[in-house]
T-cell receptor
Framework: DGGITQSPKYLFRKEGQNVTLSCEQN?????MYWYRQDPGQGLRLIYY???????QKGDIAEGYSVSREKKESFPLTVTSAQKNPTAFYLC??????????????FGPGTRLTVL | AQSVTQLDSHVSVSEGTPVLLRCNYS??????LFWYVQHPNKGLQLLLK??????LVKGINGFEAEFKKSETSFHLTKPSAHMSDAAEYFC??????????FGSGTRLSIRP
């Protein structure tokens, strides 16, 4: 089955620790995205990558880092610099089309809680 | 610039009655518009999308939406609500020249 997987489903972190959230896709999509979702709010873009070895900051990149060494993988690291990391994190991918807009497909999400 | 506004944060309907979730948008360019559904602790699932073809778009699970340029609206409807429709719904706008923007979401509750 083609799709996007995220792991772990639930993650607990102590203050001051870095944690890495995994996102893998086998849809052969070029673009991948990370969003943060807080209760009662829409999704906010953290980072995105249009192609391997390249990525750009989104609206709320501070305290986060990413890498894109492989087309299939786009891990997100939540660093200790992120002051309020407790949230639901969603990964998405898309195949951008020249001259058109793309449809994003989402993974099941990771819920991060800071203890 | 573009933006999207979901006019209701919470909608409650009885099972078997129609559903209407309202969405207004603004965009400097011809937009693409999407509706996604999110069940608790799950990712977002695409319900339907409008990309400048037919203005009435049919999606999965009996949902449909109509693009009205004059009203800058893209409301989501379903003739008869089912208990399994209870979820959060997001309206999304995107255009060639701009990034994707998510609405703040509408929580749909279904009364037995």
């Amino acid at each position: 089955d083609g799709g996007i997987t995220q792991s772990p489903k639930y993650l607990f972190r102590k203050e001051g620790q870095n944690v890495t959230l995994s996102c893998e896709q086998n849809l052969n999509h070029d673009a991948m995205y990370w969003y943060r979702q807080d209760p009662g709010q829409g999704l906010r873009l953290i980072y995105y990558s249009q192609i391997v070895n390249d990525f750009q900051k989104g609206d709320i990149a501070e305290g986060y880092s990413v890498s894109r060494e492989k087309k299939e993988s786009f891990p997100l690291t939540v660093t200790s610099a992120q002051k309020n990391p407790t949230a639901f994190y969603l990964c998405a991918s898309s195949m951008p089309r020249t001259g058109g807009t793309d449809t994003q497909y989402f993974g099941p999400g990771t819920r991060l809680t800071v203890l | 610039a573009q933006s999207v506004t979901q006019l209701d944060s919470h909608v409650s309907v009885s099972e078997g009655t129609p559903v209407l979730l309202r969405c207004n948008y603004s965009s400097s360019y011809s937009p693409s518009l999407f509706w996604y559904v999110q069940h608790p602790n799950k990712g977002l699932q695409l319900l339907l999308k409008y990309t400048s073809a037919a203005t009435l778009v049919k999606g999965i699970n009996g949902f449909e939406a109509e693009f009205k340029k004059s009203e800058t609206s893209f409301h989501l409807t379903k003739p008869s609500a089912h208990m399994s429709d209870a979820a959060e719904y997001f309206c999304v706008v995107s255009s060639r020249a701009s990034k994707i923007i998510f609405g703040s979401g509408t929580r749909l509750s279904i009364r037995p």
